[in-house]
């Protein structure tokens, strides 16, 4: 049994070194190879999360020959083998949606270096989730950067060339922000370990020495990694990246690298600072503002845009506006709230890259809305997908989304002082979010028996369609049997404290 | 404040310069000038680094006479988290550079508000 104790670091490094293998290897084979170990990291994830869970505490993995002070650490509980577990689902799902559309897009040459790129992504994934070192984190943050900028711009047209420019400034700004944050962090407390991180925080909010540095450090990082997740007012790269990108890894940075980013940000705030200190500082008060601000603006980004994967896209916007808002709440119930819309989001939002891209596909390869008049007839199973993801979003009962909304509905009522911005933007956003996303559902169920496009048969694209429905399914199943996701999340964020 | 600021002089340059690079970084319209701010910002941390682990009077971090006593050597960590961050740096550097020149072959500028407005016309 105590053999899974490795299995997150063999997770890391087998991803890591066949992003390396798959450098070498003809296009195909480096497929096989991605799709393999994103199974296998799923598969050791699940075999954690089993451990876990039945041994009831997280446990420390040593890395290398120096123990704790000195030496670097993995740590994994509840919440990081869930988390790493999703993450692994979503992408290998996402991936199986766009492999037609990579096909089409990505010239033939440049395959092997797309599976390079995702499976890097997913090194840095597991590594963000698993780690215990803070400075480990930022090389798996940087590593994260450049893996997801090379996703952006493997599909070589202009848009998509200057969106991971502004990407990689957004970045690199944020990632700035967030070295210094913790250099400064290491110089106040002497530590780069997050348990002994800690312990030295709160010896120095003890002393009273150290007050105001130590409130700017927390300060630096939490807005470095807001920016590089994409918090309004920092979403300019955003609408082009996951709007022209080839639809993988659109999926894959809505749902995935962006999600990492704020998870790192709960484990610091959980495991670096302590969540009591995080909530005395004014910092939780401006996420809470801002997380307000992009539900709002997001959303009417959203209803403006003309394009139907823009759209899309700013929805992302507003949604992790809405994950802000939960941590900004202060509260544990809030904080649940939040990792609970990082995984609905995430399933959603990948649900409904991979549905458009069939209903764009079978509309002429228009994004205009006019001329997805009756797509949904054209690709069923993309229309059956496109409208989950939506109600999911929206937030209509037995999906995902819903359960989040309620989640955060609740935490928002045991806190006094937020509870009336709250509840006032949760029902604004949701009934801006009704607007876009139900205007273009019945805009694909509206019939055009005159429509120039041709439609396209079920058994023509399997995989897709097997994609979509395990999607579907995913968002089913979190939002029928929420409880035990729920109380996982609770034990997690127990095991973090 | 004066005493404090002469005590700390290496870590109020490497603020300044902090923000220099910054700024650059985020405000400057060339994409080349953006990457030299990029490195400004980095080379920042790293001033700030070597002399958070620099202490006075003491050798570098390798053994030489049989010497292993702690106190005869300086904090070895913030040279290693250095070294770590210029990998990073120049690796990021690179990917920025190659994507400014698949831009200027593409638009002829290197200016990212012209790229946008080259873009719109396009469409």
């Known amino acids: 049994m105590d053999f899974i104790r490795n299995f997150p670091f063999i997770s890391i490094v087998l991803t890591l070194f066949s992003g390396a293998v ?8 480096a497929r096989w190879v991605n799709t393999a170990v994103i199974t296998v990291s799923g ?19 040593m890395m290398g020959h120096f123990p704790a002070p000195w030496g670097n650490e993995i740590r994994a509980g509840v919440l990081e083998a869930a988390m790493a577990l999703f993450f692994c689902i979503i992408m290998l799902l996402s991936m199986w949606g766009g492999r037609k559309k990579l096909v089409e897009e990505v010239e033939e040459s440049r395959h092997n270096l797309y599976y390079v790129l995702v499976n890097l992504l997913l090194c840095s994934l597991l590594a ?19 893996a997801a900028c090379g996703l952006i711009m493997v599909r070589q047209i202009g848009r998509t060339l200057a969106a991971a420019a502004r990407y990689m400034i957004m970045s690199l700004v944020g990632s700035g922000l967030l070295l210094i944050g913790l250099c400064m962090l290491y110089d106040l407390t002497g530590h780069l370990l997050m348990s002994n991180i800690q312990e030295s925080v709160r010896g120095i909010l003890a002393d009273g020495t150290y007050a105001i540095p130590l409130v700017i450090t927390i300060a630096l990082m939490v807005v470095g990694l807001a920016i590089k997740s994409a918090l309004f007012p920092f979403h300019a790269w955003l609408p082009d990246a996951y709007g022209y990108s080839t639809i993988s890894s659109a999926a894959i940075l809505s749902s995935l690298a962006s999600k990492g980013y704020i998870f790192l940000l709960i484990k610091i705030i959980y495991r670096v600072i302590g969540f009591d200190v995080f909530n005395n500082t004014h910092i939780i008060n401006v996420l809470f503002v801002f997380g307000l601000l992009a539900m709002i603006f997001g959303s009417l980004s959203a209803i403006k845009e003309g394009g139907i994967r823009r759209m899309i896209a700013f929805s992302s916007v507003a949604q992790v506006g809405y994950i802000y808002m939960g941590i900004g709440l202060g509260t544990e119930a809030g904080m649940i709230a939040a990792v609970y819309h990082i995984f609905a989001h995430a399933a959603g939002k990948a649900l409904l890259f991979i549905a458009v891209i069939g209903l764009t596909d079978v509309s002429g390869f228009s994004r205009r809305f006019i001329d997805q008049t009756g797509a949904g007839y ?7 997908g496109f409208t989950v993801g939506s109600l999911s979003m929206v937030g209509v009962p037995i999906f ?3 359960i989040s909304k309620i989640l955060f509905a609740q935490a928002a009522i045991r806190n006094t002082g937020k509870l009336l911005p709250t509840m006032i ?8 979010n009704a607007i876009y996303f139900m205007k273009t559902v019945i805009r694909i169920y509206t019939p055009s028996p005159d429509s120039k496009f041709t439609g396209i048969a079920l058994k023509e694209e399997k995989l897709y369609a097997l994609a979509i429905v395990l999607f579907v399914a995913l968002n089913i199943a979190l939002g029928m049997s929420s409880q035990p996701v729920v109380n996982a999340i609770q034990t997690g964020l127990t095991m973090f404290g | ?3 404090n600021l002469l005590a700390n002089m290496l870590e109020a340059v490497s603020m300044v310069l902090f923000g220099i690079g910054f700024g650059n970084l985020l405000l400057q319209k060339n994409l080349m000038k953006k990457i030299i701010g990029l490195n400004i910002m980095d080379s920042a941390v790293y001033l700030f680094l070597a002399e958070k682990g620099y202490i006075e009077g003491r050798a570098a971090p390798i053994v030489t006479d049989g010497v292993r006593s702690m106190e005869a050597y300086i904090n070895p960590i913030p040279s290693g988290l250095v070294l770590t961050g210029i ?6 550097s690179a990917l920025m550079l190659s994507l400014t020149i698949r831009l200027y072959r593409r638009y002829h500028t290197l200016d990212l508000d012209r790229i946008s407005m080259i873009m719109k016309r396009e469409e």
């Open chain 1, 400 to 402: 995902a989304g819903f």
């Open chain 2, 1 to 3: 404040m004066g005493v």
């Open chain 1, 425 to 432: 933007v949760l029902a604004v956003s949701t009934i801006l």
């Open chain 1, 43 to 61: 598969v050791l994830s699940a075999l954690v999360l089993r451990y876990v869970l039945i041994t009831g505490e997280c446990f420390v993995y």
């Open chain 2, 87 to 92: 990998v990073v740096s120049v690796s990021v």
């Open chain 1, 128 to 146: 963000l989730v698993y780690t215990n070192d803070l400075f480990t984190a930022y090389v798996f943050v940087e590593i994260n950067t450049i």
């Open chain 1, 378 to 384: 054209r690709n069923k199973i993309a229309g059956i």
């Open chain 1, 22 to 29: 798959c450098s070498v290897l003809p296009g195909r084979a």
